[in-house]
């Protein structure tokens, strides 16, 4: 299946692209961990209650393992780590992790490699194949 494409005009006044079409793509849905038990109950011999008990589990490992610092690699999809928005001071000394770590965040890096040349763009496994479809204004 192709991705829907939506343009949509840059508002911004300040932004040097004001005025400007942007593509945004068009979500068709949401996927759960339910569709993912079902449609990979029906590829292979585990049964439902089999994936979601591994699905489950893996959710809670990958979170112990980002709360401990570690960096998360899901061989051919991506990197997942934890990463922190803070305010900054001047004087590190007058860090203070309550009033100065805004927010703590989940940064995923999807895996892929470089085309051809020396520093050809960088391709992602997860979007290899994708065909651009309907493009609406």
């Known amino acids: 299946m192709a991705l829907s494409i939506r ?8 932004s040097v692209n004001y005025g400007k079409y942007f593509g945004h793509v068009i979500s068709t849905g949401e996927v ?15 049964k439902k209650s ?4 591994v699905l489950t589990e893996l959710q809670a490992t990958i979170k112990r393992h980002l709360q401990d610092g570690q960096i998360v ?6 990197r997942l780590k934890l990463s922190v928005e803070t305010v900054g001071v001047a004087d590190p000394k007058k860090f203070n992790k309550k009033k100065h770590i805004k927010r703590t965040v989940c940064k995923f890096i999807a895996t892929g490699k470089r085309g051809g040349k020396r ?19």
């Open 50 to 53: 089999d994936v979601q008990l």
């Open 73 to 78: 690699v899901l061989p051919e999809i991506g």
């Open 119 to 137: 520093n050809g763009r960088l391709k992602y496994d997860l979007c290899e194949g994708v065909e651009i479809g309907r493009v609406t204004h």
């Open 7 to 14: 343009l949509q005009k840059n508002e911004i006044k300040s």
């Open 32 to 46: 759960t961990l339910d569709d993912f038990a079902n449609e990979i109950q029906s590829n292979c011999s585990a």
